[in-house]
């Protein structure tokens, strides 16, 4: 204990000096405003600003690098509340609830849930990992390639969850959506599948074009039909007090806030994982055991809980296994990777020997950048929260350019734009067919984690299917996919049972 102590002080020292202070500061600020841009998530946002810490120290190229990276989960919740739209996949969990509650007339409430459960979830999982950082990352190791794929059935069965009211429609476009995600290379031996001839399509679908496509064009041929001309209807609450009214309701589900940074500290720690599952997964477990679940996907304050906390609970996660493994969980993980390597530090188990006192500011810096990211989201969202006033005739055409824009600048081909208005189309018909698009983007981005996953499980066992049993993290985690599919069903029989019991006079 007193050598962590020993740690904590000098990497407080290490982040508490002027120079770092502001590199957090500077972080914190552009990873709110790309966040909040459709198109550059954390790992291309992180991945710009690598050249430039080149020009730091190593201390201050990681402060700044996990800076960018905690505020920017945040951020990507900006764009999904207000337009439908998430900036950073991570949030695609975020609108299911998040747009609804703008709709509603209430996005600065939405805004204020969003960047409070933001702020509990890293600051629960940063102080965690700070506290137990060295078994944290011995218990990392013991997850293998098929526990991963378990994971991934966890987030393919919230399909399942949010269709509940009408599982055929819901059903049918989940296996559109799985169907789309065997578009590309094949995971064994690379062949390409389904491609059609465009060689564009050999890394399969490319996500942002995607959902921007998907989830905004829709959204914003809807707002063109509306006749009053204003976004959410006239009278919507906007500004600080309505970002500080959400913020206290946020705390008023302390058991949620809790349960989603574990589950995004959790499997942010587990190589290959990924944000998506852990919102996915957080976001089922929430709708699953919730009182107001009939209320998910209406606009219900725990369902944006769920997927935020999560969200920034993984930064934490990630930068385990990536700084104590030297295995990158995620491509910003990566880019972590890549500033350490550019400083010359190798990670892995060793690090700790040689560079203990870097690592622990690195824990540190997330906390103070999470911190800051509260601040500064104060001001920043009860800014944005006054999209939603914008004139229609000025917004729409905007979005759709940052839509496109953002298709294009992910990998820099125009075919990415062309996919987006592809989706756009598609996503229009799904909506005035009375069917969810949101199972159609979750079998794509589930999809290749799953199937990767079960192909090199597979390989190992021989084709024995025994291997996805063997281990006791294997078996916890099918307990926690049965409850995903079994707890509705228990939950409304529990409530029968109960209304059907009568008070004894």
């Given at each position: 204990?007193?050598?962590?102590?020993?740690?904590?002080?000098?990497?407080?020292?290490?982040?508490?000096?002027?120079?770092?202070?502001?590199l957090?500061?500077?972080?914190?600020?552009?990873?709110?405003?790309?966040?909040?841009?459709?198109g550059?998530?954390?790992?291309?946002?992180?991945?710009?600003?690598l050249?430039?810490?080149?020009?730091?120290?190593?201390?201050?190229?990681?402060?700044?690098?996990?800076?960018?990276?905690?505020?920017?989960?945040?951020?990507?919740?900006i764009?999904?509340?207000?337009?439908?739209?998430?900036?950073?996949?991570?949030?695609?969990?975020?609108?299911?609830?998040?747009?609804?509650?703008?709709q509603?007339?209430?996005?600065?409430?939405a805004?204020?849930i969003?960047?409070g459960?933001?702020?509990?979830?890293g600051?629960?999982?940063t102080?965690?990992?700070?506290?137990?950082?060295?078994?944290?990352?011995?218990?990392?190791?013991?997850?293998?390639?098929?526990?991963?794929?378990?994971?991934?059935?966890?987030?393919?069965?919230?399909?399942?969850?949010?269709?509940?009211?009408?599982?055929?429609?819901?059903?049918?476009?989940?296996?559109?959506?799985?169907?789309?995600?065997?578009?590309?290379a094949?995971?064994?031996?690379?062949?390409?599948?389904?491609?059609?001839?465009?060689?564009?399509?050999?890394e399969?679908?490319?996500?942002v074009?995607?959902?921007?496509?998907?989830?905004?064009?829709?959204?914003?041929i809807?707002?063109?039909?509306?006749?009053?001309?204003?976004?959410?209807g006239?009278?919507?609450?906007?500004?600080?007090?309505?970002?500080?009214?959400?913020?206290?309701?946020?705390?008023?589900?302390?058991?949620?806030l809790?349960?989603?940074?574990?589950?995004?500290?959790?499997?942010?720690i587990i190589?290959?994982?990924?944000v998506?599952?852990?919102?996915?997964?957080?976001?089922?477990?929430?709708?699953?055991?919730?009182?107001?679940?009939?209320?998910?996907?209406?606009?219900?304050?725990?369902?944006?809980?769920?997927?935020?906390?999560?969200?920034?609970?993984?930064?934490?996660?990630?930068?385990?296994?990536?700084?104590t493994?030297?295995?990158?969980?995620?491509?910003?993980?990566?880019?972590?990777?890549?500033?350490?390597?550019?400083k010359?530090?190798?990670?892995?188990?060793?690090?700790?020997?040689?560079?203990?006192?870097?690592?622990?500011?690195?824990?540190?810096?997330?906390?103070?950048?999470?911190?800051?990211?509260f601040?500064?989201?104060?001001?920043?969202?009860?800014?944005?929260?006054?999209i939603?006033?914008?004139?229609?005739?000025?917004?729409?055409p905007?979005?759709m350019?940052?839509?496109?824009?953002?298709?294009?600048?992910?990998?820099?081909?125009?075919?990415?734009?062309?996919?987006?208005?592809?989706?756009?189309?598609?996503?229009?018909?799904?909506?005035?067919?009375?069917?969810?698009?949101?199972?159609?983007?979750?079998?794509?981005?589930?999809?290749?984690?799953?199937?990767?996953?079960?192909?090199?499980?597979?390989?190992?066992?021989?084709?024995?299917?025994?291997?996805?049993f063997?281990?006791?993290?294997?078996?916890?985690?099918?307990?926690?996919l049965?409850?995903?599919?079994?707890?509705?069903?228990?939950?409304?029989?529990?409530?029968?049972?109960?209304?059907?019991?009568?008070?004894?006079?």
């Amino acid at each position: 204990m007193s050598e962590i102590m020993q740690y904590m002080a000098n990497g407080a020292a290490t982040v508490f000096t002027v120079n770092n202070l502001l590199l957090i500061v500077l972080g914190t600020v552009i990873g709110l405003v790309a966040g909040s841009i459709p198109g550059l998530n954390a790992g291309n946002t992180c991945a710009m600003m690598l050249p430039i810490t080149l020009a730091f120290p190593v201390s201050g190229a990681l402060v700044f690098i996990v800076a960018v990276y905690m505020s920017v989960q945040y951020g990507g919740s900006i764009s999904a509340i207000l337009i439908n739209t998430p900036g950073a996949s991570g949030a695609m969990a975020t609108l299911l609830d998040g747009y609804p509650m703008c709709q509603q007339g209430k996005p600065a409430q939405a805004l204020g849930i969003s960047l409070g459960a933001s702020t509990v979830g890293g600051i629960i999982a940063t102080i965690i990992c700070i506290v137990v950082l060295k078994p944290i990352s011995q218990y990392a190791l013991q997850f293998r390639t098929v526990d991963i794929f378990l994971l991934a059935l966890i987030g393919i069965s919230v399909i399942i969850v949010i269709s509940e009211k009408d599982p055929l429609k819901g059903g049918l476009a989940g296996a559109m959506g799985l169907l789309m995600a065997a578009i590309g290379a094949e995971p064994t031996y690379g062949s390409t599948r389904l491609t059609f001839g465009f060689f564009e399509l050999y890394e399969g679908i490319p996500m942002v074009a995607c959902m921007c496509g998907v989830f905004a064009f829709p959204a914003m041929i809807s707002l063109i039909s509306e006749k009053d001309g204003s976004h959410a209807g006239k009278g919507a609450e906007v500004g600080l007090g309505g970002i500080l009214q959400g913020v206290r309701l946020s705390l008023r589900y302390p058991a949620a806030l809790i349960r989603s940074a574990l589950i995004g500290l959790f499997v942010g720690i587990i190589p290959g994982a990924g944000v998506n599952a852990a919102a996915l997964m957080s976001y089922s477990q929430a709708r699953t055991w919730s009182k107001n679940r009939d209320n998910f996907g209406k606009g219900e304050p725990e369902g944006i809980i769920a997927s935020e906390a999560a969200n920034n609970a993984v930064a934490a996660g990630a930068g385990v296994n990536a700084l104590t493994i030297g295995i990158p969980g995620s491509n910003t993980a990566a880019v972590l990777l890549a500033a350490l390597t550019l400083k010359g530090i190798t990670p892995g188990p060793r690090i700790m020997q040689a560079y203990g006192n870097e690592v622990y500011g690195v824990f540190i810096a997330l906390l103070v950048a999470t911190v800051l990211m509260f601040v500064f989201g104060l001001g920043y969202t009860a800014l944005a929260s006054h999209i939603i006033k914008v004139d229609l005739s000025y917004m729409v055409p905007a979005v759709m350019l940052i839509c496109i824009i953002g298709s294009y600048a992910t990998r820099g081909l125009i075919f990415d734009s062309y996919l987006f208005i592809v989706f756009g189309v598609l996503g229009y018909l799904m909506v005035s067919s009375g069917y969810q698009y949101a199972p159609l983007v979750l079998g794509i981005v589930m999809g290749p984690i799953a199937e990767t996953n079960f192909a090199i499980a597979m390989n190992l066992s021989g084709g024995s299917y025994g291997i996805m049993f063997e281990t006791g993290i294997s078996r916890v985690i099918w307990v926690v996919l049965v409850l995903t599919l079994l707890g509705p069903t228990l939950m409304k029989k529990m409530k029968k049972s109960d209304g059907k019991k009568t008070p004894e006079t």
